[in-house]
């Protein structure tokens, strides 16, 4: 039984007892979350996402020592989760992590979390949500979620954010149009960091044709003539319900552009807040949670349910070619009911 | 009803429409798939895949055109399953995959099949696997499949193979190296692409470096002072029970390297049959298959069971914080089962 008292009052260690209890999705765990969730939807979530070279490690530590450079009485506590899938079999943490924890450490105001990508992709994005609840309950106002690679699981963990940065970097290949189209969907802001490197021009001239494509509420307006906020201007300009991603320039390395991040971010917070975002992405989120956990529930039911050893005869009929995955799936749903 | 008769029989008409069926999961996709599930087992299913940036499409393409060219009587007929992580939105083609049918098109012994990545990556690799079967049971001989990005994603897809193909390139940037090492565990041949680049040194180094680490088999080898076959020597030198994936450099733009990395290929599957790892591989392929159809038709029926409504109901009292994700997964399942 976990007592949640000591975390909502901001005891460390009892924190990092939980955020393991969640990770390893232990009973204890399950019942400290649900107790926690009264206290949930106050932090603003922050996913940093974007693909391999791009720097996002760097910019998320800058981000952090923004916030906490603040002056005295505007300081957010700030939490990072690092989803780290640098190897599903290993769970090890990346240097970058190491490195930033020497950092940030002995600064009570910040709380690192770095996970691997354990299990499915479904299950990480599970365990992704239940960490941020924590953070959430426990009081940091700003959650930074940072995740490593492009794709789906991009898409699946950054439907958590309330804030998603998609970080860009000048010249990273040919394929890179191919991952910009999806995560620019789904992003509220976009980093062209290492913005001192040659090629940021064309970088950010991409980006600014694929958000056309992206965000096609911006064409209709462009094509009946009515001038909106061009995503390269400052995002203060923008106003009514429509939110156009702007384009940041970053140099993690030296900290240039971060407070004109910070900015932009705080506008989409505002934005959030004034348009009816805020509850909307929350309902998703809470949706796809109520969703997956009932998916779980059934599937380790079924488990429960089903006679020892009928699994793997099932599955050696299938292996034989005998039988059809088809087959087999009915026969062993059949088997749990009947 | 969709008649299997025409596709056995090499229709290219009717496998694609039956590749179609299966996309789209539909109930004659399905009945179909299981008709055809006793031609399987028969194809090499290669995956290709890797970080943003390395080539891989023009790849694919150097290799499909490598095995269409080997002399008559040898030519494979060759598949090509092009997994597109670009969009889950509008669910796009890329521009990559259209110049590629171009220029394999005319040849009736090669069938390119570009899927967009729709919803959950689960499902993903599960509509994946029924185009590699279709492939398979009309007699596709090599069946690749290329998958862009990194991370669990590709990890996934890439249980599917026979043969894992990981592509590289130097200088991909600093995150790169965090992405090699839960990829590298997946990989059983390695490539730099884009060789004729600097840094093809380095990056073959640092990925030599990784192997050491990904497979510990082999470091255990190592301290005991027993020589086995380095990453780098050819292929055909390694016997035994144990696979040591070789490292090819190619420049698939100009085709050099690819007879190389065909070779490389063949002396895997060969490896394969010999260890007993195809049987292997083939039963943890099918048993995923199940898992995720049981989980399928669990949440299907789950859905069919509940009352109109009651999801709707029970969301609103969780964005409300009257009850907690928990509490609601558990009145949802009880509202199955009651």
Known sequence: MIDIQPVLAGDR????RLLTAVENDTPDGRRALSELFAHTGRGHLIGVTGAPGTGKSSLVNRLARHYRGLPEGEQPSVAIVAVDPSSPFTGGAVLGDRIRMVELSGDPGVFVRSM???GSLGGLART?????????????????VETVGAGQ???????????????????LGDDIQAIKAGILEIADVLVVNKADRPGVESTERALRNMLGLAHPVRRVFR?????????????VEQQGPIWVPPICRTVST?????????????DHRKYLETSGDKL??????????????VRATLESRWREGIVNGFFDQVLEDVVARRRSPQEGVALLVQGETG
Chains 1, 2 share one sequence.
């Open 280 to 293: 909307r992405r929350d309902r998703a989120r809470l949706e796809t949670e109520l969703r997956q956990g």
């Open 254 to 266: 030296e900290g240039t552009g971060v407070p004109e991040l910070v900015q932009a971010i705080a």
């Open 128 to 144: 992704t949500a239940g960490l941020v609840q924590v953070f959430d309950a426990a009081g940091y106002e700003i959650i930074m």
């Open 116 to 118: 691997a990508s354990r």
């Open 13 to 16: 260690l009892a924190l990092s």
């Open 223 to 235: 094509h009946h003539g009515t001038r909106i906020t061009a995503p390269d201007e400052p995002a």
């Open 153 to 171: 699981a991009e898409v699946d963990i950054a439907r958590l954010a309330d804030t998603t940065v998609v970080v860009e970097a000048p010249g």
